[in-house]
Nanobody, 123 residues
Framework: QVQLVESGGGLVQAGGSLRLSCAAS????????MTWHRQAPGNQRELVAS???????TYADSVKGRFTISRDNTMNTVSLQMNRLTPEDTAVYYC?????????????????WGQGTQVTVSP
């Protein structure tokens, strides 16, 4: 009923940039916080950045000053601009959103995950 679709991953050299996008679709009444997470092989999934519906943002210390999260509430999208990438940023990046389903508004917001997109940064 509700899905998130990410795009924009790929292979880039260290120092380069990539922009990830995530679009939510389906029976959406409201989206609260939208976040980007990443998971490198052998590591736990970690929070990279978050953006509330009012525009407040937070970042992991490892990406502060290099990554920028932005969202378009009218389009139900969230993006992650990643600059000055390093090999340590290599991971599968996942979009997440807390969504109130328009068909079941009384159950409140619940998390929805995208399928993930691979980001690989070569030395």
């Amino acid at each position: 009923q509700v899905q998130l679709v990410e795009s924009g991953g790929g292979l880039v050299q260290a120092g380069g940039s990539l922009r990830l996008s995530c679009a939510a679709s389906g029976s959406i009444l409201r989206i609260n916080t939208m976040t980007w997470h990443r998971q490198a092989p052998g590591n736990q999934r970690e929070l990279v950045a978050s953006a509330t519906s009012s525009g407040s943002t937070t970042y992991a210390d490892s990406v502060k000053g290099r990554f920028t999260i932005s969202r378009d509430n009218t389009m139900n999208t969230v993006s992650l601009q990643m600059n000055r990438l390093t090999p340590e940023d290599t991971a599968v990046y996942y979009c997440n959103a807390d969504i109130v389903n328009s068909r079941r508004p009384l159950i409140g917001p619940y998390p929805v995950w995208g399928q993930g997109t691979q980001v690989t940064v070569s030395p």
